[in-house]
Nanobody, 124 residues
Framework: QVQLVESGGGLVQAGGSLRLSCVAS????????VGWFRQAPGKERDFVAA???????TLADSVKGRFTISRDNAKNTVYLQMNSLKPEDTAAYYC??????????????????WGQGTQVIVSS
């Protein structure tokens, strides 16, 4: 069983930055694919960014050039650096992980483990 705990959310003005962190339990974190998703009120959970165990990354078009995903396997932690934030980035952000590597990285159903989420609010 893997537990994921997110932190780093908060209130920020448009144009500002935040760095989200997700700490995972488990001794084989380096073999997991990890991802970040977000969910605004009344909307579906959407893909933001993912990083394979091989360090191949992918980002949603809406955040390319602004967000960066990275990981520190020694700390069992994955990060989401968010720059040039916009009001439309307001959402609860969720960290996800999977041991298996089958299926698209941008699909909610392809992840086995989820954190509880951290709220990001971007004011205009």
């Amino acid at each position: 069983q893997v537990q994921l705990v997110e932190s780093g959310g908060g209130l920020v003005q448009a144009g500002g930055s935040l760095r989200l962190s997700c700490v995972a339990s488990g001794r084989i974190f380096g073999r997991y694919d990890v991802g970040w998703f977000r969910q605004a009120p009344g909307k579906e959970r959407d893909f933001v960014a993912a990083l394979k165990w091989s360090r191949e990354s992918t980002l949603a078009d809406s955040v390319k050039g602004r967000f960066t995903i990275s990981r520190d396997n020694a700390k069992n932690t994955v990060y989401l650096q968010m720059n040039s934030l916009k009001p439309e980035d307001t959402a609860a952000y969720y960290c996800a992980a999977r041991v298996g590597t089958i299926g698209a990285l941008d699909t909610v159903g392809n992840y086995e483990y989820w954190g509880q989420g951290t709220q990001v609010i971007v004011s205009s």
